[in-house]
């Protein structure tokens, strides 16, 4: 079976700054994908990023960009320049390749705040 | 980007009524999926479908039911709603093919009540 934990239950930035999502995961699939997805108030899911278990470079999609550490198990996003509407649900999911873990993973979520 | 509908976008209705939500995607994917989510939780899946006549239960059990008689189509049904049932339901879709980078196009919810 596959995991995604998210540790950080709420996250605070000052506008302008950057801010780290944390996200590590568990999976014996040897090829997988790892995806960040944001879910403002109104409650629709926004794809935001991928990163291929294979790919040599971290993933970047604008202000987004994915940490990807393969040997720690971890794929943490990074929002430079934050804006207020960043403020925000975030999840991080996966998904393997064979089984049951073709199916989309999902962790349980970073609120993030954006002061201004 | 792909166009998934659900309607309706809220729902209140009184305990043991049947309730249909609805689900359209506009870009011919094969695949399409029931999420459950509760408030500041994470989705869980409920149903997923491969194609047409094809139906699957997802990881968290629940008292559902969904059909697939159309590729476009896929409604979502409560035989006899209750309080348990509430929580914001996500349809999504995908294209056909099993990869790794297979990316999920949802909706905008349906946040269903039940009093």
Known sequence: ?116 | EADIYQTPRYLVIGTGKKITLECSQTMGHDKMYWYQQDPGMELHLIHYSYGVNSTEKGDLSSESTVSRIRTEHFPLTLESARPSHTSQYLCASSEEGWTANEKLFFGSGTQLSVL
Not at chain 1, 6 to 35: H, I, N, R, W
Not at chain 1, 60 to 88: C, H, M, P, W
């Open chain 1, 1 to 116: 079976a596959q995991k995604i934990t998210q540790t950080q239950p709420g996250m605070f930035v000052q506008e302008k700054e950057a801010v780290t999502l944390d996200c590590t995961y568990d999976t014996s699939d040897p090829s997988y994908g790892l995806f960040w997805y944001k879910q403002p108030s109104s409650g629709e899911m926004i794809f935001l990023i991928y990163q291929g278990s294979y790919d040599q470079q971290n993933a970047t999609e604008g202000r987004y960009s994915l940490n990807f550490q393969k040997a720690r198990k971890s794929a943490n996003l990074v929002i430079s320049a934050s804006q207020l509407g960043d403020s925000a649900m975030y999840f991080c999911a996966m998904r393997g390749v064979s089984g049951s873990a073709r199916q989309l993973t999902f962790g349980s979520g970073t609120q993030l705040t954006v002061l201004p």
